[in-house]
């Protein structure tokens, strides 16, 4: 099978944190564990005085939801990813997500 | 998806306690032996196309939690000394019969309220039962100048004679894809930050659909937010000058000859007025009051109405205004003199969906649901009626800041009774929030009906009724669209839906309530829509309006869709959008639009300001919380674990706190806790802080209150509220405040 991954468009990530919980509710972890955390990041920008952004990301205890994937569906993550700006799939093919896609970044987590 | 053939999956619609917000997305419920295991966003559902924000996604923690109440309970010791003995219904509902019955005859039916707290199903059946009682005082309790939507919904009424909303294609099943939507080129985003939630029957990510699909932003916001950092023009104001911003607005629209002068002619009435009007407001002036930079204004208002479709999204900051139902007129000319009116894209006339009332929105469907002669009697004894015109003209609701007062006072009538509908007003709602405790401990008798214990429960309740969330009742909505069916998949404890509860309890007090059961008053009111409950639930809980009914866009003022008279128009005095308001003057409100500043500030009083320097805004909305919900679930209390206060580095620095510090916000009302959180999303003479907290985990029973005097924000926001029409102004965002150090 071809290696999987996370593609995501963070300039559209809002931080709603569905991907979080909708981890913790697939996997049945308790709160204290969960497959993507996210972090909020305010800084100051060039083009405009305040940046703020989020960022998820996907880590150890991240399986990609294979069991779904056995089910041909999304992870719970991109399924419910309010902002629509996850996709799962094999690396090849998220890496020409990437290149057309600024602010955006690729996990492989496994 | 399911790995076990034994789940059964239930698709079914939101709009109450577990999510908890005002929204309809679509949700797939997972059951396995009668219990809730998971829940999916349904992908059929066009409200959401299967996403879901991490309150339904938590709805097995909320529905499970071992705090539910899940029996009927009376209260065996001290008020507020928490001591509550299980009883059955049959004890509980003949109780309530008992007390009310007996207050009604010693005193009259308005000498109870019926109070709700946020817009979901309970305003049908509290209003309901209110007005089976025969009390007119059903009120959101505690909600300053009602300022949440209904100042909104009173402007555009007043203008359009209906209400409107942003077109994110919502009101068709194919949304983005119908070859008649157009995505708005331009979307001014006015006080709020979409994403965190489903305010006002609005998937907040619609915007971010919108943005995808190639909409520029304008962002007014005192905060820097997701949006406001992803938008064209940011335009930081003052909060509580937006009326002076929209006026200003209107000046260089109109002056630059920008508006759709075609539109103007034919479908307006007033144009001459409001032109002269708006003179008062040259942009040099609205820089000066807004603290927003006078070329922003000009070029956002240019950018706004030289681009068309144009939408406006607004949210709960307007109301919030003092004179809020007249900022919301305001605001809405922009988008009637640009011909943004019912166009694909720009904001369409809202109707509930295929006409079918669940919670009354106004007078007309008041009517329509109880007759001309009851709801002509209840407007004379109805709190705020004689004060206010548009108390008693425009919706049904008491006037909350009166309300307290008047059972404070005893004046002019005695309030005996209140029952208190899945509303924390204590912990939540309630400005002047100590007052309100004090004021409600008088009463005689106190019915609450919540899923959980909090402050309000436990300080007030002599009877509480588990109610129940949306999985585990049968109930409808029609705010806007789509038309949808919460239908019952789980049973928990011997709790009960707000409808089964209130019909009951309707029964109990009025011999000739029309209805015995819920599927009987759902079938009634669906029947305009020539469809029942069970084939709604059969196709999946949702069905969108037809095309060429009322309740459907677009242009239907030129298709005559929505007058009486099936003539083209628009439902006001003159057929026309009235940027002169008739009905404004009627109700003795200033019939254009004006600017007034807040109470507290630095204009109105420089002498407090000096003493409190910072405004203080709250009440930005969460994506963890619910306003006063949620505290207790885990998946959610995690990732927002204390209440936090946002504060400029410069600000910081000058009062000399660190980031994490524990300190109080305070004023002359009181202080109360917050967590530092330095950040540039405020400006340096403002802070943030998010409200209605309290901490399930501390001691219920009096004096904690679970912590409710330690956390709870709304005990230094001042009441009542700011405005002429008795709606709107709440001063939940300008009141003014320092940061001190506890231990000093
Ligand atoms: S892919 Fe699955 S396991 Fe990985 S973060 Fe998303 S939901 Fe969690
Ligand atoms: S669900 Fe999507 S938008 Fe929300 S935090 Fe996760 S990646 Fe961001
Ligand atoms: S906030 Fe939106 S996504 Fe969440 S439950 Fe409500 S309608 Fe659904």
């Known amino acids: 099978m071809a290696k999987m991954g996370l593609f995501i468009n963070y300039d559209y990530c809002t931080g709603c944190q569905s991907c979080a919980v909708a981890c913790q509710q697939e996997h049945d972890f308790p709160a204290g564990k969960c497959g993507i955390t996210v972090t909020e990041y305010v800084y100051p920008a060039e083009k405009k005085p305040v940046a703020v952004d989020f960022l998820p990301f996907p880590n150890e205890l991240c399986d990609l939801c294979i069991r779904r994937h056995q089910m041909g569906e999304d992870p719970a993550c991109v399924k419910h990813c309010q902002a629509a700006c996850m996709m799962f799939g094999p690396l090849e093919q998220l890496v020409k997500e990437m290149e057309k896609t600024p602010r955006s970044a690729l996990f492989s987590p496994r | 998806m399911t790995y076990d053939k034994s789940v059964e999956v239930f698709p079914t619609t939101v709009w109450s306690a577990g999510a908890g917000c005002h929204g309809a997305c679509g949700q797939k419920l997972y059951v396995k032996d009668g219990k809730l295991i998971k829940i999916e966003g349904d992908e059929n559902a066009s409200w959401n196309q299967g996403r879901s924000c991490p309150r339904a996604l938590a709805l097995t923690q909320y529905v499970y939690h071992p705090d539910r109440i899940t029996t009927p309970l009376k209260r065996v010791g001290k008020r507020g000394e928490g ?240 004179e809020g139902t007249t900022v919301a007129q305001a605001i809405s000319h922009l988008w009637c003199i640009t011909g943004n009116v019912d166009n694909p894209g720009g904001n369409v006339i809202a109707r509930p969906s295929h006409g079918v009332t669940t919670y009354p929105y106004s007078t007309e469907e008041l009517v329509g649901l109880y007759g001309q002669d009851l709801v002509d009697k209840l407007n004379k004894a109805r709190i705020g009626c004689d004060t206010y015109p548009m108390v008693k003209g425009f919706r049904g609701w008491a006037q909350p800041d009166m309300v307290i007062d008047q059972i404070d006072s005893g004046t002019p009538y005695p309030i005996k009774g209140a029952w208190i509908q899945t509303a924390n007003i204590l912990g939540g709602q309630a400005a002047r929030a100590k007052f309100h405790y004090q004021a409600l401990k008088k009463l005689d008798f106190v019915v609450v009906v919540d899923l959980f214990h909090n402050p309000t429960s436990m300080a007030l309740a002599d009877i509480v009724l588990p109610a129940a969330t949306f999985a585990e009742k049968d109930s409808f909505r029609s705010w806007w669209v789509p038309l949808g069916v919460m239908h019952k998949t789980i049973q928990v404890g011997d709790c009960k839906s707000d409808w089964e509860i209130n019909i009951e309890m309707a029964n109990r007090l009025n011999p000739d ?213 008795g709606f709107g102004g709440g001063q939940y965002k300008t009141t003014l405040c320092k940061l001190s150090r506890i231990n000093e």
Request: proline share 8%.
């Open chain 2, 83 to 322: 001591k509550f003995e299980p009883i059955s219904w049959d004890q509980a509902f003949d109780t309530c019969e008992e007390k009310l019955k007996s207050i009604r005859d010693e005193f009259g039916a308005e000498s109870v309220v019926f109070a709700q707290g946020t817009g979901r199903d309970v305003g049908g059946p509290i209003s309901f039962l209110c007005y089976n009682y025969g009390s007119p005082n059903w009120v959101q309790l505690g909600l300053s100048g009602q300022s949440c939507y209904t100042p909104r919904l009173g402007g555009m009424k007043a203008t359009l004679g209906d209400f409107c909303v942003m077109d994110a294609g919502q009101f068709s099943a194919l949304r983005y894809d119908d070859p008649d939507y157009q995505v708005p080129k331009v979307i001014i985003v006015w006080g709020q930050n979409p994403p965190p939630t489903c305010s006002d029957g609005f998937f907040g990510h619609w915007v971010v659909d919108c943005m995808k699909r190639g909409s520029k932003i304008i962002s007014i916001d005192p905060r820097n937010t997701w949006m406001s950092t992803r938008a064209e023009y940011h335009l930081q104001i003052r909060p509580g000058t937006d009326g002076a911003l929209a006026l200003g607005m209107l000046n260089v629209i109109i002056n630059e000859g920008l508006y759709d002068k075609e539109f103007v002619d034919k479908w307006t009435y007033g144009f001459d007025r409001l032109k002269e009007r708006v003179q008062q407001y040259p942009t040099h002036k609205v820089a000066e009051i807004t603290w927003i930079p006078e070329h922003l204004i000009i070029e956002a208002a240019r950018l706004y109405a030289r681009n068309s479709p144009a939408a406006i999204h607004w949210g709960v900051p307007i109301d919030m205004n003092p």
């Open chain 2, 513 to 725: 309530c029309k209805y015995n059961n819920i599927k009987e008053l759902i079938n009634d009111r669906l029947s305009v829509a020539d469809i029942t409950f069970d084939e709604l639930v059969n196709q999946g809980s949702q069905a969108m309006p037809p095309e060429g009914h009322s309740s459907r866009p677009y242009y239907r003022y030129e298709k005559g869709l929505l007058r009486h008279d099936g003539k083209p128009g628009f439902t006001t005095e003159t057929g026309r959008i009235e940027l002169y308001s008739k009905a404004f003057e009627s109700w003795d409100v200033d019939p254009l639009p004006f600017y007034r500043e807040p109470a507290q500030g630095p204009v109105n009083t420089p002498e407090l300001y000096e003493k409190y320097p910072l405004i203080m805004i709250t009440g930005a909305r969460s994506h963890m919380f619910f306003h006063s919900e949620h505290r207790m679930i885990p998946w959610l209390r995690e990732k927002n674990p204390e209440p936090y206060v946002e504060v400029h580095p410069d600000t910081a620095k000058e009062y000399g706190v660190y980031d994490g510090e524990w300190i109080y916000l305070e004023n002359d009302m009181g202080k109360v806790k917050r967590k530092v959180r330095i950040s540039l999303r405020v400006h340096p003479q403002m802070i943030h802080t998010l409200h209605s907290w309290w901490k399930p985990e501390l001691k219920g029973s009096e004096p904690d209150l679970f912590g409710v005097w330690d956390y709870q924000i709304n005990q230094i926001i001042p009441g009542p509220q700011d405005s002429s029409s």
